[in-house]
């Protein structure tokens, strides 16, 4: 079913925000981000060792989407989530991730346990 008019733009703002996510850097942001009320900007490069610039970069695309906020108190930045949901999506993401990982480990072991292919049998 093709989506109405009014569909539209709601869905174009649901896949801005996984947009948003689409990078292991502004994953990592995010999750950083989680384990604390707030973190500076400085903290956050020590802890990712991007270039001022870079980190820059992806925390503008992260306020563009609405995923963090920032403040500025004297000559510092400090960032936060900008909903304490985005904590949760961030667990069932790793939920999600730790249970793909967890079938493919399945699926190479039981390829491993493949009786041996020797030459003679091809």
Same mark, same amino acid.
């Given at each position: 079913m093709p989506l109405s008019q009014s569909q539209r733009?709601?869905?174009e703002v649901k896949a801005n925000l996984f947009k948003?996510?689409?990078?292991p850097?502004? @994953? $990592? @942001?995010?999750?950083?981000l989680a384990d604390a009320d707030e973190v500076s900007v400085a903290a956050l490069q020590a802890e990712t060792e991007l270039e001022?610039?870079?980190?820059s970069q992806?925390?503008?695309?992260?306020r563009r989407h609405h995923l963090v906020a920032s403040e500025? $108190?004297?000559?510092h930045v400090y960032y936060r989530l900008a909903d304490p949901r985005i904590r949760e999506l961030l667990a069932v993401t790793r939920a999600l991730l730790l249970n793909i990982l967890s079938e493919d480990r399945?699926?190479?072991d039981a390829a491993q346990s493949l009786p041996? @292919?020797?030459a003679e049998s091809l």
């Open positions: 733009p709601l869905y948003g996510l689409a990078h850097y502004r @994953i $990592r @942001i995010l999750e950083l001022a610039s870079h980190l992806h925390l503008s695309v992260l500025r $108190r004297a000559s399945d699926r190479l041996a @292919i020797t």
